[in-house]
């Protein structure tokens, strides 16, 4: 920031930047709750955790309408394809936030129905841990995501688990 000649103060910045700042403090999200998962981002959603503090608290149930989207449960190869097609639906930019061990890696659900973590069907950007993450992890996502779209060098794209995902389930 400096003065200009008249003594008002004027300031200069990047274009990007001002988006970056705008993008991060407006997440939109869409819950993709399939399990327990979701009971938590409900909590946090409330006001004890409050998720309005850091700007995300306008949840959305139309793909078209979020940027965020928060896979909070198991995903079974039967809904993969369906979780897929949310996502493909949603506007650039767009994040994806998976939220537990079950969405990020299947959980204890080792078997024949369930997609080994969404990364197979979604590029993630953030994992939260825990069986169920607490509310504050949560937030902490969000934080996280908040950093990665202000520095888009300094951290990884998301990435999908395997080169070419799989939807013929
Ligand atoms: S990670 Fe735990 S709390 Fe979350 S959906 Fe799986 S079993 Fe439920």
Not at 9 to 15: E, M, N, S, V
Not at 80 to 89: G, K, M, N
Not at 109 to 123: F, R, S
Request: charged residues 20%; hydrophobic residues 45%.
């Amino acid at each position: 920031m400096g003065m200009t000649g008249e003594g008002f103060p004027a300031i200069t910045t990047r274009r990007d930047a001002v988006v970056a700042w705008g993008q991060k403090n407006s997440l939109w999200p869409m819950p993709f709750g399939t399990a327990c998962c979701a009971i938590e981002f409900m909590g946090v959603a409330a006001s004890v955790f409050d998720i309005s503090r850091f700007g995300a608290e306008l949840v959305r149930f139309s793909p078209r309408q979020a940027d965020l989207l928060l896979v909070a449960g198991t995903v079974t190869f039967k809904q993969a394809p369906i979780l897929r097609q949310i996502y493909e639906q949603m506007c650039e930019p767009k994040w994806v936030i998976s939220m537990g061990v079950c969405a990020s890696a299947g959980g204890f659900y080792n078997n024949y129905c369930t997609v080994q973590g969404i990364d197979q069907v979604v590029p993630v950007d953030v994992y939260i841990s825990g069986c169920p993450p607490r509310p504050e992890a949560i937030l902490q996502a969000v934080l996280k995501l908040q950093d990665k779209i202000d520095r888009p060098q300094a951290v990884p794209p998301a990435q999908f688990k395997v080169k070419e995902p799989q939807f013929d389930y």
